[in-house]
T-cell receptor, first 113, second 113 residues
């Protein structure tokens, strides 16, 4: 089973460039999430989509946009990348059941020069 | 929005001993879920244990147990009989009814032989 798949796994950008991180899950989960993790730190919620057709801001949404394309896919876009956005980005999905755990992708390492 | 606090940046424990990792939370929502995740140096996120706000008993999963004190808003993770493979980052997380799920800053656990 694929679970949660993120692409790309590595990316180097120059300041001001744009890019989209793609995320897809094959578990029929309703909720999807984007987190960032800076070195030695915890995960900070960027945006989430509690269900298809909805998106909500998390703790650190500035500089990002998201699209819940369908139930399977949730993309994260950086319109004008900044060095402060250098981080590891995790996509995750969650079933509706309240005791359901988050299933994580492998992470995408982004470096902005 | 809810807030998760982990006050121990790093902890050391002797192999085969028990260790408690602290987590406190703050929310006005009476219905919520509490989670613990492990992140080894390889970077993946591993689900450990779940506790629901209405659960009467503390959750247990093998060597992991959750010391849930609702009045104090604490959800400490207890690892019994520590093993060298337990050395990792540990994150506490909370999910509210709106499926907003946030993480604490983490505790780095080192198990000494």
């Amino acid at each position: 089973n694929a679970g949660v798949t993120q692409t790309p796994k590595f990316q180097v950008l120059k300041t001001g460039q744009s890019m989209t991180l793609q995320c897809a899950q094959d578990m029929n989960h309703n909720s999807m999430y984007w987190y960032r993790q800076d070195p030695g730190m915890g995960l900070r919620l960027i945006y989430y989509s509690a269900s298809e057709g909805t998106t909500d801001k998390g703790e650190v949404p500035n500089g990002y946009n998201v699209s819940r394309l369908n139930k399977r896919e949730f993309s994260l876009r950086l319109e004008s990348a900044a060095p402060s956005q250098t981080s590891v980005y995790f996509c995750a999905s969650l079933y509706t059941a309240f005791d359901g755990e988050l299933f994580f992708g492998e992470g995408s390492r982004l470096t902005v020069l | 929005a809810q807030k998760i606090t982990q006050t121990q940046p790093g902890m050391f424990v002797q192999e085969k001993e028990a260790v408690t990792l602290d987590c406190t939370y703050d929310t006005s929502d009476p219905s919520y879920g509490l989670f613990w995740y492990k992140q080894p140096s390889s970077g993946e996120m591993i689900f450990l244990i779940y506790q629901g706000s209405y659960d009467q008993q503390n959750a247990t999963e093998g060597r992991y147990s959750l010391n849930f004190q609702k009045a104090r808003k604490s959800a400490n993770l207890v690892i019994s009989a520590s093993q060298l493979g337990d050395s990792a980052m540990y994150f506490c997380a909370m999910r509210d009814r709106g499926n907003d799920m946030r993480f604490g800053a983490g505790t780095r656990l080192t198990v000494k032989p």
